[in-house]
């Protein structure tokens, strides 16, 4: 069976050895075009304005987190999402950076 001819554009953040899997033969690059990630300074959740009973999770530093809100860490931010009618804000990093990593664990659990 011949490999699949596809790219999968992800970070060293992303990857882990797996046990009994040669990955000396996986091709390696860096991405020249893209800029590093920015670093969150956390996450905080605030009820959406917009939606009855939603729920908005934002960068720390994103200007629609301030005046309230719960602080969060990574991992209370996915937890915070998986939630029934929560979103991640896309005029902030938390849609960017939270969702892809909703996305590397479905399948798993």
């Known amino acids: 069976m011949e490999p699949a001819e596809y790219s999968v554009w992800v970070t060293d953040r992303q990857l882990r050895p797996?046990?009994?899997v040669d990955l000396s033969?996986?091709?390696t690059h860096r991405r020249l075009d893209a800029?590093?990630?920015a670093k969150s300074s956390g996450w905080v959740v605030r009820l959406d304005p917009q939606r009855r009973g939603g729920t908005l999770v934002h960068d720390a530093a994103c200007r629609h987190a301030n005046g309230g809100g719960r602080e969060l860490g990574a991992m209370e931010a996915l937890d915070a999402l998986m939630r029934p009618g929560a979103k991640a804000c896309h005029a902030c990093a938390a849609a960017e950076d939270l969702l892809p990593a909703m996305e590397l664990g479905h399948g798993y659990g």
């Open 35 to 37: 800029l590093p990630p």
């Open 25 to 27: 033969v996986v091709p």
């Open 18 to 20: 797996i046990d009994g």
